[in-house]
Nanobody
Framework: QVQLVESGGGLVQAGGSLRLSCAAS????????MGWFRQAPGKEREFVGA????????NYADSVKGRFTISRDNAKITVWLQMNSLKPEDTAVYYC????????????????WGQGTQVTVSS
């Protein structure tokens, strides 16, 4: 059974940094991609970025480009979302998810989801 477990959320001041991690287990993921989404209260879940696990290819939403970076470990089963220059509008629950499709920003293309981790950015 595929499981994704996020960690690393918390409270940070505007301009600060946080690093989220997502650990995947229960499957073989070499040809998959892992994406990050976020959902703020009262808003739709939105795409943040994604990485193709067997390459270094990444793509990002315009709202985070240049501030957020996605990377993975050599075993390709842990993915990190490094978030720098955080803004209050980055406050949301962040989810990692896995897809066989890359690149894609569509939630419906992602088959497995983590439980989410809260990121709060104070002004």
């Amino acid at each position: 059974q595929v499981q994704l477990v996020e960690s690393g959320g918390g409270l940070v001041q505007a301009g600060g940094s946080l690093r989220l991690s997502c650990a995947a287990s229960g499957g073989t993921f070499s040809s998959w991609s892992m994406g990050w989404f976020r959902q703020a209260p009262g808003k739709e879940r939105e795409f943040v970025g994604a990485i193709k696990l067997n390459t270094i290819s990444t793509n990002y939403a315009d709202s985070v480009k240049g501030r957020f970076t996605i990377s993975r470990d050599n075993a390709k089963i842990t993915v990190w979302l490094q978030m720098n220059s955080l803004k209050p509008e980055d406050t949301a629950v962040y989810y990692c998810a896995m897809s066989r499709i890359y690149p894609t920003t569509q939630k419906s293309d992602y088959n497995y989801w983590g439980q989410g981790t809260q990121v709060t950015v104070s002004s």
